[in-house]
């Protein structure tokens, strides 16, 4: 509906002439109505949105992977000294009073359990400069100190030299020393020289080239082929959330879930991305993650007991360990035979404990099927090799 204001029509006085009102009539203006179709499409107009991104494609762009970095820490330098002499009224020879400079701030690596990536990490670090000296015997202030978070677990080398081990939070270690400041020529005063004028300048700061290195720490590791189930198991015995679906190498980072038994126990879990024949030839993903297994204690071997000849993969997954690191697949660990809840994967299960000789844990990550027996399992093995060494 029009408003009424817009169609009242009656006569106004406006002033015209020599000081004379003169009374006319105002006819208003039609009215510009939209058509029916035109309101509706400008009342239901919206804005183009943007295409949706997958939770995998999501979670990339948020949080991207990064576990090794080159870095260049520089300390930073220290002040110089001053060469002045103390000045007053009536006080002739008031003798140098120069301050030294302050000395250089540190950079100092600090492993700290919220970072989970060497992706905040920059490529080039410089400390606090130090502040010059100043009259009256005042030192010039240090540097302040540069921290650098880095995710527990992070390796610190020099060139092939391991420097530091940064394996618990809070653990810190010195990467750049600042330099030393500078000395006022108050520093110079001696019996046979009492008006020194000398000052020196400060040092610039310890610069080095390191290597980071992130190895994840947790006392289990689950390996297996792409599409065995490691992340929907990992997702079943602890509150991790890594992504899960139904194509290879879904997982392209490490993550860790905390696994609660008995007593408040925990157990780090970690799910290691697929591995698949020839790994160790830079095959896949390579063995760009088999790092992460390093620190592990124990190993979980995920089998998918749907795929013929399930046995084959233990062989090949130890294989691989082996050609990597001498005795990696020598360590204590559990065969988790997943899927058990389809019908050719349980008709396999007898046949799989036959050929490797030991006991074999058949679950489903799925169904959630039997996931006692590996609760029991990974709260015996970390008793026997975890347990001993946190009472020590």
Request: contains cysteine; aromatic residues 6%; hydrophobic residues 35%.
């Amino acid at each position: 509906m029009v408003p009424s204001r817009l169609l009242s029509v009656g006569p106004r006085m406006v002033l015209g002439g020599v000081g004379r009102w003169t009374r006319v009539r105002l006819w208003p203006t039609p009215p510009r109505l939209l058509s029916a179709s035109c309101a509706d499409c400008a009342k239901h107009q919206e804005p183009p949105r943007k295409k949706l991104l997958s939770e995998k494609k999501l979670i990339q762009k948020k949080r991207h992977f990064v576990d090794h970095r080159r870095v260049l820490v520089r300390g930073g330098r220290g002040g110089d000294g001053v060469s002045c002499f103390h000045s007053e009224p009536r006080k002739e020879f008031g003798g140098p009073d120069g301050g030294d400079g302050g000395n250089g701030g540190h950079v100092v690596l600090r492993a700290d359990q919220q970072v989970k990536s060497l992706s905040s990490v920059l490529s080039r670090y410089q400390g606090s400069h130090g502040e010059a000296g100043g009259r009256k015997n005042c030192s010039g202030r240090s540097g302040a100190l540069l921290y650098i978070r880095v995710p527990v677990g992070t390796l610190v080398k020099e060139g092939r030299e391991v420097v530091a081990d940064l394996w618990c939070p809070g653990k810190e270690y010195i990467a750049a020393l600042g330099g030393a400041g500078g000395k006022g020529n108050r520093f110079f005063l001696a019996n046979d020289n009492r008006a020194p004028v000398t000052c020196t300048p400060g040092q610039p700061g310890q610069e080095r080239v390191l290597f980071l290195e992130l190895k994840t720490v947790a006392h289990a590791g689950m390996v297996g082929f792409p599409n065995a189930g490691k992340s929907s198991l990992l997702r079943a015995i602890s509150n991790a959330r890594p992504a899960v679906a139904s194509y290879p190498f879904t997982t392209l980072k490490p993550h860790v879930g905390i696994v609660h038994c008995e007593d408040h126990q925990q157990i780090a879990v970690a799910d290691i991305p697929g591995i698949i024949r020839g790994a160790h030839q830079n095959r896949g993903l390579g063995s760009t993650f088999l790092r992460h297994i390093e620190r592990c204690r124990f190993l979980l071997f995920v089998v998918d007991l749907s795929e013929p000849e399930p046995w084959t993969q233990v062989e090949d997954l130890k294989s691989e360990l082996e050609k990597y690191e001498a005795g990696l697949s020598e360590r204590p660990h559990v065969v988790v035979a997943n899927k058990i809840d389809l019908p050719q994967a349980r008709a396999a299960l007898p046949q799989l404990r036959a050929r490797l000789g030991q006991s074999v844990v058949a679950l489903s990550a799925a169904t959630r099927e039997n996931l006692e027996e590996l609760l029991l399992r990974l709260q015996e093995l970390h008793g026997q090799h975890v347990a001993p060494e946190l009472r020590w």
